[in-house]
């Protein structure tokens, strides 16, 4: 047990000055399109928190996870909303705040069982001890899936609407977020009526965040 302490909080603070260079969930889905015949595909760029458009940082947050800059890596009023609904059937994305999401995608599998869960809550509970709010967000929109073989807002940004992720609009920038629930099944470049109705609720809960004081530019 010393050995696995020692060994996850050495990665984590690893983690928190090295750029992740890979994660289980980019290995995966390059070997579930090889069983479908495709070419080998991750396709990813790096860029530092400064480097990302404030407009995507804050459609992240307002998309996301509206409670990030105050909690410490849980939120537990979406999670017992989640909870409640799914067990009246309904369909809903679950409570995971952007902590426990960037711990799932940087250190463990892909999958659902409680031995997982109890790992996400260990390393969400690492990385914000260890990590600054901007370097969670930073991982976050650098690893996070956003579409077939495309990981990070600067090859999403780039792939999808051909800039860099530093130029994004406030409209561009709800919209990669908008896709998030199931980047493989919906694109940012050709919207449902469904992905725009997201589009319109992360733009307004920007604005209410703003007017509250919770979203400031460089955070």
């Known amino acids: 047990m010393l050995w696995f302490f020692a060994a996850t909080i ?6 928190k000055f090295i750029d992740p260079p890979i994660t289980y969930l980019m290995i995966e889905r390059g070997f579930e399109r090889k069983v479908d015949g495709k070419d080998w595909k991750i396709d990813k760029k790096w860029k530092d928190f400064d480097e990302l458009s404030i407009n995507l940082k804050k459609a992240a947050i307002a998309g996301e996870d509206a409670t990030f800059m105050s909690h410490h890596g849980f939120d537990f009023n979406a999670m017992e909303k989640a909870y409640s609904k799914n067990k009246k059937g309904k369909k809903i ?13 940087v250190f463990l599998w892909a999958g659902r069982s409680y031995i997982r869960k109890g790992f996400e809550a260990y390393f969400t509970f690492l990385i914000e001890t260890l990590w600054s709010k901007k370097r969670i967000l930073e991982v976050y929109l650098n690893v996070i899936e956003m579409g077939d073989g495309i990981y990070g807002a600067e090859t999403a940004s780039q792939t999808y609407f ?3 992720a530093e130029k994004l609009t406030k409209a561009q920038a709800a919209l990669i977020v ?3 629930p199931n980047p493989r099944k919906w694109s940012p470049a050709k919207p449902t009526a ?3 109705h997201k589009q319109y609720l992360i733009l307004r809960n920007i604005k209410n965040l703003e007017r509250l004081g919770v979203l400031k530019n460089g955070f």
């Open 93 to 105: 994305r679950g409570g995971s705040t952007i902590s426990q999401q960037t711990a799932k995608n």
């Open 178 to 180: 908008a896709v998030l």
């Open 162 to 164: 051909n800039k860099s």
């Open 194 to 196: 469904f992905i725009y």
């Open 10 to 15: 050495v990665w984590v603070l690893l983690y």
